[in-house]
């Protein structure tokens, strides 16, 4: 048998607002779905989501070391190979808390240090907004400066046409 509608109805304690009648039912729904079943994030997971946060962030050129990024790039020629979202991307998942090392090439001219501020607060955010894990700390190692003119390099032609 159900309950009548108005047993269902939130109870609100005297002078609670209504916004605060819904996020103390959100919360209450929150913790007795946890006590129904147990949810694993993959490193891989966490791995994408914090690469696809840092690559968004202005300055950045890539991530990666030279080794990784020199695989990568051989890898991305194959054809139907995507690009790894993970790339130059290391992380400790635990049951409710993570740890990012990042590798990043930064463009010329940028500040360095804020640069690596922006990136941290993006993947701080990025994680924690999508797994809820509490990000304990991101490690960013800057491996290269990315030069303009390296672009000219690479795109020129061939010796053969």
Same mark, same amino acid.
């Given at each position: 048998m159900t309950e009548p509608i108005s047993q269902t109805q939130p109870k609100s304690q005297p002078g609670e607002p209504d916004a605060a009648v *819904? /996020?103390?039912?959100? $919360?209450e729904a929150r913790a007795l779905a946890a006590t129904r079943g147990k949810t694993t994030i993959a490193d #891989? &997971? &966490?791995e994408k989501i914090a690469g696809i946060a840092a690559r968004e962030v202005s300055g950045i050129y890539a991530l990666g *070391? #030279?080794?990784?990024? %020199?695989?990568g790039a051989m890898r991305d020629r194959v054809? *139907? /190979?995507r690009a790894s979202a993970g790339r130059g991307v290391k992380v400790e998942v635990g049951e409710k808390q993570t740890a990012v090392d990042l590798e990043v090439v930064v463009e010329y001219g940028v !500040?360095? $240090? =804020?640069v690596a501020a922006d990136v941290r =607060? !993006? &993947?701080i955010v990025a994680l924690e907004r999508m797994t809820g894990l509490e990000v304990v700390e991101v490690n960013i190692a800057v491996n290269d400066v990315h030069l303009p003119e390296e672009d000219t %390099? =690479?795109? !020129? =032609?061939g010796r053969v046409q």
């Amino acid at each position: 048998m159900t309950e009548p509608i108005s047993q269902t109805q939130p109870k609100s304690q005297p002078g609670e607002p209504d916004a605060a009648v *819904g /996020a103390r039912l959100q $919360t209450e729904a929150r913790a007795l779905a946890a006590t129904r079943g147990k949810t694993t994030i993959a490193d #891989g &997971v &966490v791995e994408k989501i914090a690469g696809i946060a840092a690559r968004e962030v202005s300055g950045i050129y890539a991530l990666g *070391g #030279g080794f990784s990024r %020199a695989m990568g790039a051989m890898r991305d020629r194959v054809p *139907g /190979a995507r690009a790894s979202a993970g790339r130059g991307v290391k992380v400790e998942v635990g049951e409710k808390q993570t740890a990012v090392d990042l590798e990043v090439v930064v463009e010329y001219g940028v !500040s360095i $240090t =804020e640069v690596a501020a922006d990136v941290r =607060e !993006s &993947v701080i955010v990025a994680l924690e907004r999508m797994t809820g894990l509490e990000v304990v700390e991101v490690n960013i190692a800057v491996n290269d400066v990315h030069l303009p003119e390296e672009d000219t %390099a =690479e795109t !020129s =032609e061939g010796r053969v046409q």
